[in-house]
């Protein structure tokens, strides 16, 4: 699931006025002197999806750009990128983070922060600046204008993008968990929110397919979703002890934030500042049990409901009894692939503005 190579320019550029090009550009920097002085104010490199909550993001950030200018452009330099399809945030957070960069910050929803989070890693190891010196880090932000916006619900953070600026601003960072997922290739892809097993990443994957109907997509996707479905037995191994078999398994949540699918608080101790992943596990439920019981998932009551189990990890592999390979898995929304996977956190593994 990594992204593929791409030449990588030797410095993204702030956009000189609102009518200068917005993709990433390396043309017109041919003085040393000058490329120093941006770098010492710091790039703050700003990586849109326009296409987000069915084009919504692009109008916004738009809206949003000339505010933004007059909040920071007297601390750094403002880079604009434009991205144009899948994994082009991965790619540009990855040149970016190389060309010394003080800080990415995501502008979309959950899928555009799951790229650029992947794109802090490369091949398993945190990605470096290559003239910045060992103790220069790019720090991760997020103005979220998505569909979903779930991390940001665990900060009990609104959609108003002015909130987002004045965090960026107040420059207020922490160390931020990463979780890590390796399926049967054991090449690792990040995750910053919840990773999931089953029923739900089933539903998730379908509910990819109906993003223009925006948070309804959800619906539609727990729907089909439940079309042919059947709870499984799994074998699941924590931190690095006993296999053991988890029987008539619904879904397999892994929270490192609190929420998924548009506002379901499905890992509800999750604290992405903990070093640990919150574990949630539902057995044997039915359709009916779902309605019955949603608003008990929706507000993070659900742990004491039978059937409903949670625990803290740093790691755990979860695997089929019998192997099918058609166990979904997805990431932050993201379809990952299918059983087996192995889970695990990497504790302050980003600076992120909060």
Request: a positive charge.
């Amino acid at each position: 699931m990594a992204a593929s190579a791409t030449p990588r320019p030797s410095l993204i550029l702030p956009r000189a006025s609102s009518h200068s090009h917005s993709q990433p550009s390396a043309v017109g920097l041919t003085s040393d002197r000058v490329a120093a002085s941006r770098r010492r104010r710091g790039d703050f490199v700003f990586v849109v999806n326009p296409s987000g909550a069915n084009g919504r993001t692009g109008k916004q950030w738009k809206q949003l750009l000339p505010l933004l200018r007059t909040r920071l452009a007297d601390q750094c330099n403002i880079c604009e990128c434009i991205t144009s399809g899948p994994s082009h945030a991965i790619d540009v957070t990855r040149e970016a983070i190389k060309d010394g960069a003080d800080a990415v910050i995501a502008v979309g929803g959950d899928g555009t922060l799951h790229e650029v989070v992947n794109g802090f890693f490369w091949k398993g190891s945190p990605v470096r600046a290559l003239d910045r010196g060992p103790d220069h880090s790019t720090a991760l932000g997020l103005i979220p204008l998505g569909t979903g916006s779930d991390f940001a619900r665990t900060f009990g953070w609104t959609n108003d993008p002015r909130d987002a600026i004045d965090r960026i601003v107040r420059g207020v960072k922490s160390k931020l968990d990463i979780g890590v997922m390796e399926g049967p290739n054991r090449e690792p892809h990040f995750f910053v929110n919840v990773a999931d097993i089953h029923l739900s990443a089933k539903a998730g994957y379908f509910a990819s397919m109906y993003k223009r109907f925006g948070n309804l997509c959800y619906v539609f996707g727990a729907l089909r979703g439940f079309w042919g479905h059947n709870n499984q037995d799994m074998r699941i191994k924590v931190n690095g002890g006993e296999w053991r078999t988890v029987h008539k398994v619904t879904a397999l949540c892994i929270g490192n934030g609190k929420y998924f699918g548009g506002g379901m608080k499905i890992t509800p101790t999750a604290d992405p500042f903990s070093g640990n992943l919150e574990v949630v596990i539902l057995q044997d439920f039915k359709w009916y049990d779902f309605l019955l019981k949603l608003h008990r998932l929706y507000g993070g009551t659900h742990l004491s409901v039978n059937g409903v189990s949670s625990m803290r990890v740093q790691s755990i592999e979860v695997a089929e009894v019998t192997a099918s390979g058609g166990i979904f898995v997805q990431s932050d929304g993201e379809h990952f692939g299918f059983l087996p996977t192995k889970f695990s956190v990497l504790p302050g593994a980003v600076d992120f503005f909060c």
